[in-house]
């Protein structure tokens, strides 16, 4: 909705749907954001970007109310203004069914399809219907109500829920379950589901493509592009970014700043902008330089001379350079983890694959796969969720045995797995202790391992069930490097790390002296990393040489 400024001037503004002025916030005794302004115009599509631990999460709360900030901060939703959020894990009523939990999405249609119902039923009441005006009256709510129902998608809309979970990537017969027995990947779907059928004006959704498959993260694509209302995204998915944002917001040390563009876009421009930010930071420090030499000149000369005109002068200058708007010094390269995969050589024929069959409750997840992983080659693994992907790489590390056929590593391989839901972490010990163990080190060698892969002093006491997801996925990727593998056998290893620790990721795969096989549905990082692709649908195995776009031109 565009809008004439009452004033005359002729220029269109955009209406904004939410705004925040001058927040800052502070959990605890840390500081989150501080003077932080913030807007959301109702047709935008944001990224917000930023390292783990920002406080991305936190601002979606503050939106929400969930949290509050400091005095002098002013959140403002404009009037009749609806918000959707999705959190990183919905919580959803167990005892209910996905598809209850997602058909309740859209409480409206319930509302409407109740009073319809009521309607119809006075329609029969003889004070009704023998009543000329009562009648009339009833009739026109009636229509009102119909059409209403109609445009919320009437009877259909029981089948457009099933569809859209279908799009996302839920199997046909797991919406029927229980929400207790389903995993956190299906719960984010049908939370997401249910957010989507709502329709808010503004939607904020945090990392809502975690989970997906391929065909899943082209339906959020679509719907996000179509959306009529505005959409703030967390994601790390850069992809994702690149296809459907109009604007980046970039949250670091507390501070936001929003940017016209895709991901890709406001990549280049912010390499701009901070070498020409350090550009000027440098020129004003060497101007400061010499106004700092010309002060203690003139007070010297003030001193041996006993002059009031020199000492004017150098408070007259000291007076300029109290003033002088400084220039703040570009973080150019902000810390990173280090992640170094060592390996080694082993056997030239990494493992194979002989007619494998493997079916669970009667379906058939593989049918006769046969395959063969080299030396130094790097596989991507991909298709639907659910098709036995994470099987296939069980059967590897030998954790589960084929049916039929033959699962055969190298004689001098080591396997190392990272796995999708970090089920190999035990969430009742503390990080220290799981990687001291892991790596059988002393204490003071341990912390400083965990420092290289961002974790704090403080941090290496807390168990593993009060991790972040992205804190996890690092501690993860460090019992993966103790384990000195020189076959790494990766499930979903970017679904919770940063876009900058996906980056050093992708750098340490691409030095590994080694083999890997990774299942992922990060486009971006297959282009990256992977020079062959493996698809597994309906139990068969198809290899194709190159990344996932080189994959995408032969689909």
Request: overall charge negative; hydrophobic content about 35%.
């Amino acid at each position: 909705m565009l809008f004439f400024n009452p004033n005359g001037s002729g220029k269109i503004t955009r209406m904004i749907s939410i705004s925040l002025n001058n927040i800052t916030l502070i959990l605890g005794a840390r500081q989150i954001f501080s003077g932080l302004n913030f807007e959301i115009q109702h047709d935008q599509k944001i990224g917000l970007i930023g390292p783990n631990g920002a406080g991305k999460s936190s601002l979606f709360k503050l939106i929400m109310g969930e949290f509050n900030p400091e005095k002098g901060g002013i959140i403002t939703r404009a009037r009749g203004v609806s918000v959707g959020y999705l959190s990183q894990e919905p919580q959803l009523d167990p005892d209910q069914t996905g598809f209850a939990a997602a058909l309740a999405g859209n409480e409206r249609i319930a509302v409407v399809k109740a009073e319809l119902e009521s309607v119809e039923t006075s329609l029969g009441e003889e004070s009704v219907y023998g009543n000329e005006k009562k009648l009339s009256r009833a009739l026109e709510r009636q229509q009102q109500l119909l059409d209403e129902f109609q445009s919320l998608g009437g009877d259909q809309y029981p089948e457009r829920v099933r569809g859209l979970l279908r799009g996302l990537g839920l199997l046909a017969g797991e919406e029927d379950k229980p929400m207790r027995v389903l995993s956190g990947g299906q719960k984010k779907l049908i939370g997401l589901a249910r957010l989507l059928l709502s329709k808010p004006d503004v939607l904020l959704l945090d990392e809502p493509d975690n989970h997906l498959d391929l065909a899943g993260k082209e339906y959020l694509e679509n719907f996000i592009q179509n959306y009529p209302g505005a959409v703030v995204i967390i994601s790390h998915d850069r992809y994702l970014l690149d296809s459907v944002v109009t604007h980046i917001a970039d949250l670091e040390d507390g501070k936001l700043e929003t940017f016209e563009g895709d991901y890709s876009s406001f990549i280049i421009d912010k390499q701009t902008r901070m070498a020409r930010q350090n550009e000027l930071f440098n020129v004003q420090q060497h101007q400061i330089s010499r106004i700092e030499t010309a002060i203690k000149r003139y007070a010297l000369w003030a001193k041996t001379y006993d002059s009031e005109k020199f000492a004017k002068r150098a408070k007259a200058i000291q007076n300029r350079l109290d003033h002088m708007e400084r220039i703040e010094k570009p973080l150019m390269e902000r810390r990173r983890m280090e992640l170094k995969l060592s390996g080694w050589r082993g056997s030239q024929k990494v493992l194979e694959y002989k007619k494998v069959s493997k079916a669970f409750d009667q379906r058939q997840v593989l049918r006769e796969v046969n395959f063969v992983l080299h030396h130094g080659e790097r596989v991507g693994l991909i298709g639907p969720n659910g098709t036995g992907k994470s099987v296939l790489l069980r059967l590897a590390l030998g954790a589960m045995q084929p049916d039929a056929g033959d699962v055969i590593l190298g004689p001098s391989i080591s396997a190392g797995y990272y796995a999708q839901e970090h089920e190999t972490l035990n969430p009742e010990q503390s990080v220290l202790d799981t990687v001291r163990l892991a790596g059988n080190m002393s204490e003071s060698n341990a912390v400083s391992l965990l420092g290289r892969y961002l974790f704090s002093y403080k941090q290496t006491s807390q168990k593993i069930k009060e991790l972040s997801g992205g804190e996890r996925s690092r501690l993860q990727l460090a019992l993966v490097v103790l384990s000195k593998a020189n076959f790494l056998l990766l499930d979903e290893p970017t679904n919770n790390l940063d876009i900058a620790s996906a980056e050093v990721l992708e750098d340490a795969l691409s030095d590994f002296e080694g083999t890997a096989l990774i299942i992922s549905h990060d486009r971006y990082f297959l282009d990256q990393v992977v020079d062959r692709i493996l698809t597994l649908e309906d139990g068969n195995l198809h290899s194709h040489p190159g990344g996932y776009s080189d994959w995408l031109q032969t689909r």
